[in-house]
């Protein structure tokens, strides 16, 4: 484990320099990658290695919910990667007595059943929702599960995400017209692994 400090408990400062060091421990590394977008990079961060941790879901949880916009409603991502996000998100907010619905959308239509592209609650049209992003690189990915909400009626009140590469995610949320946040970017992550390393 990486603390001896309940990451449940620790005030929104401590948390998120304890994320910002799992993040250097288990996420990122350096070398030669070719990323989903088909970008090659000196450097990859696999957030599944922080949002599937067990105190990582936790911190990641209290850390998304502390920045989301008052009036969401529900939080919803693409799957695989926003899976753990969305899923610890809700759990933390109901630990503090906040109704919080978890969607997950999918890449594509289900083949059977109901045929959905979101799984989750149904939800009145005209809810907010804010979209979770383990890392953003070109944004599409977020920009994918904007689309296919706001064809299911919601209202998308912003893109929170964990890290941002700086490689024009931003500024894709920005042209669409959605408010964007990340907990870290990249500079974050190489300063603090510089100084670990």
Same mark, same amino acid.
């Given at each position: ?97 906040? @109704? ?16 959905? #592209? ?22 599409? @990915? ?11 009626? #919601? ?17 894709? #949320? ?24």
């Amino acid at each position: 484990m990486m603390t001896s400090l309940p990451l449940a408990t620790v005030d929104l400062v401590t948390l998120r320099q304890k994320l910002l060091d799992l993040f250097c421990a288990v996420a990122y590394k350096e070398g030669d990658f070719v990323l989903s977008s088909g970008q090659r990079s000196t450097y990859y961060i696999n957030g599944k290695q922080v949002t599937l941790h067990p105190e990582g879901g936790v911190a990641v949880g209290r850390m998304l919910l502390s920045l989301l916009p008052k009036e969401t409603q529900a939080v919803a991502g693409l799957t695989l990667g926003a899976d753990p996000m969305v899923t610890a998100t809700s759990v933390v907010a109901a630990y503090e007595g906040r @109704s919080l619905t978890a969607l997950i959308v999918r890449k594509e239509a289900k083949g059977h059943g109901t045929q959905a #592209y979101i799984e989750g609650p149904t939800l009145p049209p005209g809810t907010p929702v804010t979209v979770l992003e383990d890392v953003v690189t070109t944004g599409q @990915s977020a920009l994918k599960a904007v689309e296919r909400l706001k064809a299911a009626g #919601y209202v998308v009140n912003g893109v929170l995400a964990l890290v941002d590469r700086q490689q024009g995610g931003a500024e894709v #949320y920005q042209q669409a017209g959605i408010p964007f946040q990340a907990v870290f970017s990249i500079q974050d992550l190489q300063q603090r692994w510089a100084e670990l390393h």
